[in-house]
């Protein structure tokens, strides 16, 4: 009954030498390479993934899983003698074609795929692309599209291509930062006695800010109404956000308690006498 | 080590049975412990500023034990590093071949745990001094190693530690160099090192420091140096991490 059953189907040719149990092996065949295609990415997420970086255990996974996949259907094209000779003429016109048509989805990939070469930057690490105007922390680097998340909870995809000719600024690739602020003083208010206030205030009340090296203290500009000085004060990396925005309000209230003026705008008008 | 009985009372670093209340009295903090239900106790810690932190502990019993130790000072202001940087107040100069045994005043915290039988629940951490508890990079910017930081002076003896404030670090000099050599600092991941109590007192697993050639760069090895006392052993707030010596670079 079985026999004569798979008889029938190799009788049924559907298209030139394709018949209906060719089709049948062929379904088999890639029904098989697909499950042994999720079966090793499943093994590979639970025991090896683990260990490597996240980026790398995303891609190898899908490396593999898509790798499996191409060489069932490799098999089953052998199998049944597909010949693609005559696909490959017509293919490498339709190749231009498409090619013209998705420039941009191609370059993505290729963009892609040389991020996941380089590397430069890895799951979790804060970024910062200057050209594009995006801060976050970098959640990962796709196939086509990267996504960061920015700082007001939001998610960005990045099409590869832009990320990758974006100039990219890492704020997690070393140990401690630097924030800065600018305030001005009056002129005739000692810069010596404001950069003590303050940086005694720093020290109290600023306890994420490193003693060494020690906050620094410039004279920026003589300005039209004010000193200007500019703080520089170094942190952990991760307490950024507990250090610049704070860092002015120290500034001020040590000014304000010693009784150092911050001066508005001012102009001297002086008319001439008639 | 004190297994006070009697509620009320605080003394020492130990533990203590609380049935009904406890109050820690420390410098600029101060700590509650209180019956609020049968087999439940509330924990309120308050510091110099009125910050007031709250806990429920439930317990299985209708008491409950904690322990009161000195414990590394990594917490404040923030967890980030495992290293120490101890910069001295003074320098020590070590003429060529030569070595000494100096002790330092090392910050500590006060790690407060629930005791389970052996096993210890870490509960709470304070520092008695966070005025001057901060942080140091030692190294460049870019790779340089984060680091706690102090100023530390000098110390007698081993029973020479500000209680709740500071513990006792023997440091060992040796210098295998051809030249005397000025010491005013040392860095060191203080996590390989142990803490011992007794009463208010604190003593840390002590370092040797030797400074040797290495090629032609002189640095110096900063390796622990356990110590042997009948003083207890503090509970281990964090995980330890396995770093075992750091190497600094002279001047």
Not at chain 1, 53 to 78: E, M, Q, R, V, W
Not at chain 2, 168 to 183: F, R, T
Not at chain 2, 222 to 227: M, N, R
Request: charged share 20%.
């Amino acid at each position: 009954m079985g026999v004569e059953f798979l008889q029938s189907l190799a009788e049924m040719q559907i298209a030139g030498e394709l018949t209906a149990l060719s089709l049948l092996v062929g379904g088999i065949i890639m029904a098989v390479g697909i499950i042994i295609a999720k079966i090793a990415k499943l093994l590979f997420n639970k025991y090896y993934a683990p260990t490597l970086p996240k980026d790398t255990a995303k891609n190898f996974g899908k490396i593999i899983y898509f790798g499996i996949i191409i060489i069932a259907f490799l098999t089953f094209t052998s199998s049944q003698g597909i010949d693609f000779s005559g696909l490959l003429v017509a293919g490498g016109i339709f190749a231009i074609v498409i090619g013209f048509a998705t420039q941009s989805v191609v370059s993505n990939l290729v963009s892609g795929i040389f991020l996941m070469m380089e590397k430069p930057a890895k799951h979790g690490d804060l970024i910062q692309l200057p050209d594009l105007s995006i801060t976050g922390t970098l959640l990962d680097i796709g196939t086509f599209s990267s996504h960061l998340r920015k700082f007001d909870g939001t998610v960005i995809r990045v099409p590869n291509e832009k990320f990758f000719t974006s100039n990219i600024r890492s704020l997690s690739s070393s140990t401690v930062r630097r924030a800065e602020a600018m305030v001005g003083i009056s002129y005739k208010d000692d810069i010596e006695k404001a950069i003590s206030v303050i940086k005694k205030e720093i020290e109290i009340t600023m306890p994420l800010v490193l003693r060494i090296p020690e906050p620094e203290f410039r004279v920026e500009e003589l300005g039209d109404s004010s000193v200007i000085i500019q703080v520089l004060v170094w942190h952990p990396r991760e307490d950024w956000s507990q250090v610049q925005p704070i860092l002015l309000t120290t500034i001020k209230k040590a000014l304000d308690s010693s009784g150092i003026e911050i001066p508005f705008p001012q102009r001297v008008l002086w008319t001439a006498k008639e | 080590m004190s297994d006070l009985q009697t509620d009320n009372t605080f003394s020492n670093y130990g533990i203590y049975t609380i049935k009904d209340s406890l109050e820690f009295t420390l410098p600029n903090t101060k700590i509650r412990i209180e019956r609020i239900g049968e087999k439940a106790f509330s924990y309120t810690r308050t510091n110099s500023e009125d910050e007031i932190s709250e806990k429920i502990i439930p317990s299985k019993s209708n008491e409950i034990k904690i322990e009161l130790a000195p414990i590394r000072p990594l917490n404040h202001p923030a967890r980030r590093t495992g290293y120490v940087f101890l910069n001295f107040d003074k320098n020590i100069f070590l003429s060529k071949e030569s070595a000494a045994t100096i002790f330092v005043q090392c910050p500590i915290e006060i790690g407060l745990f629930l005791v389970n039988n052996s096993h210890r629940d870490s509960l709470d951490w304070i520092t008695c001094n966070p005025e001057k508890s901060r942080f140091g990079l030692y190294g460049p910017p870019d790779s340089g190693t984060l680091c706690k930081y102090a100023v530390v002076s000098m110390a007698e003896d081993m029973d020479d530690s500000i209680s709740y404030v500071n513990g006792i670090l023997k440091v060992e000099l040796e210098n295998k160099l051809n030249s005397g050599q000025s010491i005013n600092k040392v860095i060191f991941p203080i996590t390989d090192n142990s803490i011992y109590y007794s009463d208010s007192k604190a003593i840390i697993d002590g370092i040797k420091v030797t400074l040797r050639k290495r090629a032609v760069v002189s640095i110096a090895d900063v390796k622990v140096d356990p110590i042997s006392t009948d003083w207890i052993k503090a509970p281990t707030w964090e995980d330890t991490t396995t770093t075992k010596s750091m190497e600094m670079g002279l001047e």
